[in-house]
C-alpha cells in the first residue's frame, strides 16, 4: 500500500510537471491564453432585432436556471414573475426531492453563483439541504421573494402571435387545501423547469404483483426517507452518482443492499492519489482542452493535434492512479473503456466508502446485468440470479418534457426524436418569445444558468444581434449531430453539454464581448475555475444600459 501511495505521488507530480510545461510552450508558439471561439458566421450576415417592447417576464422554475433569471432581469428593471410548483426554492435540492447522501459533485467554490459566495462554514461538497439553504438566502440577499410564487404550478401556456403575448394558465395550492386557478399575460416566457424535473422509472414486467405484495418501485428522487429502508431487501439500478450516494447511505440500516449495473463506468475520487482535490484536474480550462470539442481552435487544436501524445499521457497517468487508488480491477469493477469515455456523459464522483463498503461485502455489486421480471418479495435478473427485493430505488435518468407547453409550439422548439433545437442551448430558431435557461448540463450548471440569463438579458436589450435563421439552425445541425456521436445518443435530448461548461460560457460572453481576460483565464488554465471570476459581469450590463 505504501509503495502505491509513494507511486501515485510520483505520478501526481509528473503530472504537474507536464502540466506547467504544456502551459509554457503554448506561451511561446502561441502567445495568449483563449480558446479560440466559435464563430458561426460573420458579423455582416446577422439579423438585428428590435425588442424593447419587452417588459413582463414570466419563469418557470426556481432551480439555479429560474432564480439567477430573476435576480438578472429584476436587477435590469424588468417585471418578473416566477412560478415554482414546490413548496421551497431549489429545484433538485428541494427537500421533496433529496435523497439520502445527497452531496454536490462540485465543491463549494466551484458551486456558488458569481456574486454571492457560499457559506465559509459549509464542508468542501455541501450537502443537498446546505445548497437549498444557500438557493433560499440568494432569494432573500436580492430581495425578490415577492417575485417568487411558490406552490404554483404552469398548467398550460398560449402564445398569441397577434399581440406577441403569453397567456400563462396557473394553478396555486393554497393553504387550506384548495386549488386556485390564475390566467396571467406576459411579454416573454422564460423556461426554467431544468432537465432533471420528469423522473424516468423503467417499467418491469411483474411489477404489478411486486407492489401488490408490499413492494415499492421509485426514483432516487422519491426515495427521501433513509429509515424506510430499515431491515428492507433493497435493489439499486444504476452506477451513477445517485444511486451509489443511496446505496452508500442505507447500507448500515438493510437487510441486504444490492446495486444492479448494466455498465460500468469510470468514478472519480474527490481527491486523486488522497493528496490533489479532483477540481485542480477536472473543473479546469485544461481539463475540457483534453477532451475533443466541437471545433478544434487554440490550445484544443493543439492537444488534439501534435500535442496528442502529451494529452494521452496525461489521461493514462490519470487512469492509474484512480485504477489503483480504488482497486477497480481487484473488485473486478474496471470499465475495460479509457477514461477518455467521461466526456460521453458526466463525471462521477466517488461516494465515501463506497468502495470500501462493498471490499466489506455490504453492497453487494451486480454487474452487467439488469431486472428483467419482479415477483412478491424478489426480482428475477438478466444474468438469471433471483435475489430478494422490498424497495428497488431507480437512478436511472430524467424525461426531457415541457407539458406546459402546446404541441404547435413543442413541434417548433424540438425534433422528431425529441432533441431540442435551441442556439447556445437557450433560444430556439422559429418561435419567438420564448427562451430556455438551465438546458445545458454541466460541471458549473448554476454558472452556466447564471451566464445564460446574463447572455440573453443582453440580447433582449439590443446589445448584440444573432446569426442569420439559416446560419442558427446549422449551427444546431452540426452540434446535435456531435452529441450524437460523441456521446452514443446519450446526450439527454440534446441539453447534455458536458464536459465543456467552460466552452459554453465563452461562446456566450464572446457574443456579448464580455469575455474574462488573459490573466483570469492563465489562472483557469492552471487550477479551477472560481465562479466569482465573472461577478463583473451584471455590474457591466447594468452600467451599459444606464441602470443603476
Known amino acids: 500500500m505504501q509503495n502505491m501511495h509513494a507511486h501515485c505521488k510520483i505520478c501526481i507530480s509528473a503530472l504537474r510537471l507536464k502540466l506547467l510545461n504544456v502551459l509554457g510552450s503554448y506561451c511561446v508558439f502561441f502567445g495568449k491564453f483563449t480558446y479560440g471561439l466559435i464563430n458561426v458566421s460573420n458579423q455582416s450576415d446577422r439579423e438585428v432585432t428590435t425588442l424593447g417592447d419587452i417588459s413582463k417576464l414570466c419563469i418557470i422554475g426556481a432551480g439555479f436556471a429560474g432564480l439567477t433569471a430573476t435576480r438578472v432581469f429584476k436587477a435590469l428593471n424588468y417585471e418578473v414573475t416566477l412560478y415554482e410548483k414546490d413548496s421551497e426554492v431549489g429545484g433538485v ?16 467554490s466551484t458551486y456558488e453563483l458569481s456574486d454571492f459566495p457560499m457559506p465559509s462554514d459549509y464542508p468542501e461538497w455541501p450537502s443537498g439541504a446546505q445548497v437549498q439553504a444557500y438557493m433560499h438566502s440568494y432569494v432573500i440577499n436580492y430581495n425578490f421573494s415577492d417575485q417568487v410564487h411558490l406552490n404554483t404550478e404552469v398548467t398550460n401556456t398560449i402564445y ?27 411579454d416573454y416566457l422564460i ?26 418501485l421509485c426514483h432516487t428522487s422519491e426515495f427521501n426517507n433513509r429509515e424506510d429502508a430499515k431491515g428492507k ?10 444511486s451509489c450516494d443511496v446505496a452508500n447511505a442505507i447500507a ?77 480491477r481487484r473488485l473486478g469493477l474496471h470499465p475495460n473503456k479509457p477514461l477518455e469515455t467521461i466526456a460521453r456523459s458526466t463525471v462521477s464522483l466517488v461516494s465515501d466508502g463506497f468502495y470500501e463498503a462493498i471490499d466489506r461485502g455490504d453492497i453487494l455489486m451486480h454487474k452487467h446485468t439488469e431486472i428483467v421480471e419482479l415477483m412478491a418479495g424478489k426480482a428475477r435478473l438478466s444474468s438469471g440470479e433471483v435475489v430478494p427485493a422490498d424497495i428497488i ?74 446569426p442569420s435563421h439559416e446560419q442558427q439552425n446549422l449551427d444546431i445541425d452540426a452540434r446535435l449531430a456531435w452529441m450524437e456521436a460523441r456521446t452514443d445518443g446519450k446526450h439527454s435530448k440534446g441539453t447534455n453539454i458536458i464536459p465543456f461548461s467552460i466552452h459554453n460560457i465563452d461562446e456566450l460572453l464572446e457574443d456579448m464581448d464580455m469575455n474574462v481576460g488573459r490573466f483570469t483565464q492563465f ?26
Not at 233 to 242: E, Q
Open 93 to 108: 435540492w428541494a427537500a421533496s426531492r433529496r435523497y439520502p447522501g445527497l452531496t454536490t459533485q462540485n465543491t463549494r
Open 160 to 186: 398569441r402571435p397577434e399581440s406577441q403575448t403569453w397567456e400563462v394558465s396557473t394553478a396555486t395550492k393554497m393553504a387550506d387545501g384548495s386549488i386556485k386557478n390564475d390566467i396571467q399575460d406576459f
Open 191 to 216: 423556461v426554467g423547469n431544468g432537465i432533471f424535473s420528469i423522473p424516468s422509472v423503467p417499467h418491469y414486467l411483474g411489477q404489478e404483483a411486486f407492489a401488490s405484495a408490499g413492494g415499492r
Open 233 to 242: 431487501h433493497v435493489l439499486v439500478i444504476g452506477y451513477g452518482k445517485s
Open 252 to 328: 448500515p440500516l438493510t437487510a441486504s443492499t444490492r446495486v444492479i449495473a448494466r455498465n460500468l463506468i469510470w468514478k472519480i475520487p474527490k481527491m486523486i492519489a488522497n493528496k490533489l482535490n479532483y477540481k485542480h484536474l477536472f473543473l479546469s480550462r485544461m481539463s475540457e482542452a483534453l477532451f475533443r470539442y466541437i471545433r478544434l481552435r487554440g490550445m484544443d487544436k493543439f492537444f488534439h493535434t501534435i500535442g496528442n501524445p502529451i494529452r494521452k499521457s496525461m489521461l493514462n497517468t490519470v487512469e492509474y492512479i484512480i485504477e489503483k487508488q480504488l482497486g477497480l
Open 393 to 466: 430505488v431507480c437512478g436511472t435518468g430524467w424525461h426531457q418534457r415541457c407539458t406546459f407547453l402546446d404541441q404547435d409550439v413543442l413541434s417548433k422548439v424540438t425534433d422528431e426524436e425529441g432533441n431540442f433545437r435551441l442556439y447556445r442551448s437557450i433560444l430556439p430558431v422559429d418561435m419567438p418569445r420564448l427562451a430556455f435557461n438551465g438546458y445545458n448540463s454541466s460541471f458549473f450548471s448554476q454558472l452556466n444558468c447564471e451566464v445564460g440569463a446574463l447572455w440573453l438579458a443582453d440580447y433582449l436589450n439590443g446589445g448584440f444581434s444573432l
Open 523 to 548: 489562472f483557469q488554465w492552471t487550477g479551477a475555475v472560481q465562479p466569482k471570476s465573472y461577478g463583473y459581469l451584471l455590474p457591466e450590463l447594468q452600467k451599459k444600459y444606464l441602470i443603476t
